[in-house]
């Protein structure tokens, strides 16, 4: 055993000392269970809700047939970011449906408005069925080229989701349109699948 | 250390380096960082919590010889506050300009340097104190709220940013590791170290168990924290795939980021005890590593600009590739290995000249 000038510790100094830690932790976590994390934002308005990081910039507009809003009868929001070389760009667009309508034909002509806006879809992977809520989603991940952007000729590589779900304050159906875009240099379909869906289980509808 | 340097060696050399995983910075993955990018700036991340938790052992056995050999508590505190000054002078005058960073620039030697300062007193706490304070800073950091200083006020930016939220948005108010939650990681290794001076240099093998278990453990936490992904992880988990698994926050350290590091460190110290009890320390790659320990601060300052070989601001004239960053830091790891031989000879001719460094 060496010299030992300085405060020690006893068994039983330890467990109390971890029982006090443990405590104190517990109760923060219990107070602080619906925070939203650190460095992340909530954006809720228009009937639904999406938690996103806080430095994206957050823009939002009217319904594309240029009636006024955005507001709970169409419009659409994005959350992007642009840093060193890396874009990520988050877009929900809804509108009212007096009925479900067909998806497919519905994401066709989201493609047809991409086109008249300057980015031309290149190149479309496979169709896939699955849900949002509970609700059929059909969602396809495809590249385009978007002419007018400020370098010309960047190619992107997203993936959409589409899916009708009732909207009771209005006793209508409204569409969700949820995109991820991002550049296609060095990012697989893979990648942009996953941050596609991170950021679509962040997104709630039922509000 | 050794691991450091290439950290540092990439920064100086490399057009891509990995770096600033920080709710406030880096939220996502560069999609641009290969899997060898990405998981050679991974390792790199056990540097920081090692340095300032050895730091905080360090101070426990050299305030204990202190001690020991007569000196009164002031003469220690006045140490150990001169030993801070320092650190944070040494910040300003060659770890910032190396960066290319402001002067004002608060980086690792800064919270070491501030943290110490701190402790210079702190130290005269009950160690169940010491440690709880540690354990809850540790653990629940991520819920201090410093809204009420406002961030369009310079030194209430830089105040906030010194304290907890790091970050590099207005000049000169940069930084990277905030006292918050560092000061925390140095008083749990200031408490190991007032355990470690009851035991004998003969009974280190007691200590392989411990240190692997808390590791283990350690590591068994940080699964279940990434698992659940919500407490302890500044920056969420993406996806199912490995590398947002291990995308973490180190700016500032989340407690995911803190139970990967520290229990790594346990494991390596669980291995060091095992190394030492079979004396293979003078073993040839060993030795010269240790060369690189004994001179820790002298190694920091001196490794920075070695890699670097260039003004402050200046660019580097080409960007060079793995293998030839590869390269470049094992040269430099030799020339270092040969300032700090130099250096320690110095140091033992004159102890009381260099004894702060």
């Known amino acids: 055993m060496k010299e030992n000038y300085l405060p020690g510790l006893n068994t039983r100094q330890l467990i109390i000392t971890l029982l006090i830690v443990a405590i104190t932790t517990g109760s923060n976590l219990w107070t602080h269970r619906n925070d939203i994390p650190l460095g992340q934002a909530r954006f809720s308005d228009y009937g639904f809700s999406i938690q996103y990081p806080r430095l994206y910039e957050y823009h939002s507009w009217g319904r594309p047939d240029g009636s006024t809003g955005p507001n709970e009868f169409g419009g659409?929001?994005?959350?992007?970011?642009?840093?060193?070389?890396?874009?990520?760009?988050?877009?929900?667009?809804?509108?009212?449906?007096?009925?479900?309508?067909?998806?497919?034909?519905?994401?066709?002509?989201?493609?047809?408005?991409?086109?008249?806006?300057?980015?031309?879809?290149?190149?479309?992977?496979?169709?896939?069925?699955?849900?949002?809520?509970?609700?059929?989603?059909?969602?396809?991940?495809?590249?385009?080229?978007?002419?007018?952007?400020?370098?010309?000729?960047?190619?992107?590589?997203?993936?959409?989701?589409?899916?009708?779900?009732?909207?009771?304050?209005?006793h209508s159906n409204r569409l969700y349109t949820f995109t991820y875009i991002t550049f296609l240099e060095n990012t697989s379909t893979q990648q942009v699948n996953e941050t596609f869906q991170h950021y679509l289980n962040k997104l709630n509808t039922q509000t | 250390m050794i691991l450091m340097a290439w950290?540092?060696?990439?920064?100086?050399?490399?057009?891509?380096?990995?770096?600033?995983?920080?709710?406030?910075?880096?939220?996502?993955?560069?999609?641009?960082?290969?899997?060898?990018?990405?998981?050679?700036?991974?390792?790199?991340?056990?540097?920081?919590?090692?340095?300032?938790?050895?730091?905080?052992?360090?101070?426990?056995?050299?305030?204990?010889?202190?001690?020991?050999?007569?000196?009164?508590?002031?003469?220690?505190?006045l140490h150990i506050i001169k030993r801070g000054l320092l650190l944070l002078i040494f910040e300003v005058l060659i770890v910032s300009p190396a960066f290319d960073f402001p002067r004002l620039y608060f980086g690792v030697l800064a919270t070491i340097g501030a943290s110490l300062i701190i402790l210079s007193l702190a130290r005269r706490l009950p160690t169940p104190i010491i440690l709880a304070a540690s354990l809850i800073t540790l653990l629940n950091h991520q819920y201090i709220n410093l809204e009420a200083l406002p961030m369009d006020i310079a030194w209430s930016h830089y105040l906030r940013r010194i304290i907890y939220e790091p970050g590099l948005t207005w000049h000169p108010y940069f930084s990277l590791y905030p006292i918050i939650p560092w000061i925390a990681i140095m008083g749990l290794g200031w408490v190991l170290g007032t355990q470690l001076i009851t035991i004998d240099g003969t009974e280190t093998r007691k200590l392989t168990i411990p240190f692997l278990l808390s590791g283990v453990s350690s590591i068994i936490l940080f699964i279940a924290v990434r698992y659940f992904n919500g407490y302890g992880n500044l920056i969420p988990r993406w996806s199912n795939n490995?590398?947002?698994?291990?995308?973490?926050?180190?700016?500032?350290?989340?407690?995911?980021?803190?139970?990967?590091?520290?229990?790594?460190?346990?494991?390596?110290?669980?291995?060091?005890?095992?190394?030492?009890?079979?004396?293979?320390?003078n073993k040839n790659i060993l030795a010269a590593i240790h060369t690189y320990g004994r001179a820790p601060l002298f190694f920091y300052l001196t490794h920075l600009w070695t890699y670097k070989l260039r003004l402050p601001k200046v660019p580097p004239p080409l960007f060079l590739n793995l293998t030839q960053t590869f390269a470049l830091y094992i040269t430099g790891l030799a020339v270092l290995w040969l300032f700090s031989k130099r250096y320690l000879e110095l140091k033992k001719a004159h102890p009381r000249f260099l004894q702060y460094i």
């Open chain 1, 76 to 170: 659409a929001v994005q959350f992007k970011k642009y840093w060193e070389g890396t874009w990520n760009n988050v877009m929900i667009m809804w509108d009212l449906e007096p009925s479900p309508p067909d998806l497919e034909a519905k994401l066709d002509e989201f493609y047809v408005s991409m086109d008249n806006s300057g980015c031309h879809i290149d190149d479309k992977y496979e169709l896939k069925t699955s849900e949002k809520d509970g609700y059929q989603m059909l969602q396809q991940t495809y590249t385009f080229t978007e002419e007018t952007f400020s370098t010309g000729g960047t190619r992107f590589i997203a993936t959409t989701g589409i899916w009708c779900q009732p909207y009771q304050s209005l």
């Open chain 2, 7 to 77: 950290d540092h060696v990439t920064l100086f050399w490399m057009q891509i380096h990995a770096g600033g995983e920080s709710p406030y910075m880096y939220t996502t993955r560069n999609p641009e960082l290969t899997p060898i990018l990405f998981f050679s700036r991974f390792i790199t991340h056990w540097c920081a919590p090692t340095f300032v938790f050895l730091s905080g052992v360090s101070l426990a056995l050299s305030v204990n010889n202190r001690l020991k050999r007569g000196d009164t508590q002031p003469e220690i505190t």
């Open chain 2, 242 to 281: 490995i590398l947002d698994w291990l995308y973490i926050s180190k700016y500032p350290p989340s407690t995911a980021f803190l139970l990967w590091t520290l229990g790594g460190t346990c494991i390596f110290m669980a291995t060091g005890t095992l190394i030492t009890n079979r004396n293979w320390t």
